[in-house]
């Protein structure tokens, strides 16, 4: 069993920064995929970004150039940095993890979630 808990969530206004943060436990971390969904009101869950367990990246067309996914091993930690923000980047953010080691852009795809951090996003 995992246990993901995500922190950094916040209220900004259009332009600025946030850093997201999933404290992971229960499993060998260093050898999971991670990823970030997000999910805005009305909307389904969609793919944000994802990183393997050698810090290999991919992202979402809408957040690339602007969200940076790294990994912190010897933390058991995973963070989403979130720059250039804009009133669209609102949802709730959730941290995920698989039971592979390869990244994956499909929510079926991961086994464990977190129970979400809000990021509002005003202009």
């Known amino acids: 069993q995992v246990q993901l808990v995500e922190s950094g969530g916040g209220l900004v206004q259009a332009g600025g920064s946030l850093r997201l943060s999933c404290a992971a436990s229960?499993?060998?971390?260093?050898?999971?995929?991670m990823g970030w969904f997000r999910q805005a009101p009305g909307k389904e869950r969609e793919f944000v970004a994802t990183?393997?367990?050698?810090?290999?990246?991919s992202y979402a067309d809408s957040v690339k150039g602007r969200f940076t996914i790294s990994r912190d091993n010897a933390k058991n930690t995973v963070y989403l940095q979130m720059d250039s923000l804009k009133p669209e980047d609102t949802a709730v953010y959730y941290c995920?993890?698989?039971?592979?080691?390869?990244?994956?852009?499909?929510?079926?795809?991961?086994?464990?979630w977190g129970q979400g951090t809000q990021v509002t996003v005003s202009s």
């Open positions: 995920a993890a698989r039971e592979s080691s390869l990244r994956s852009t499909s929510l079926t795809q991961y086994n464990y």
């Open positions: 229960g499993r060998t971390f260093s050898s999971s995929a």
């Open positions: 990183i393997s367990w050698n810090s290999y990246t």
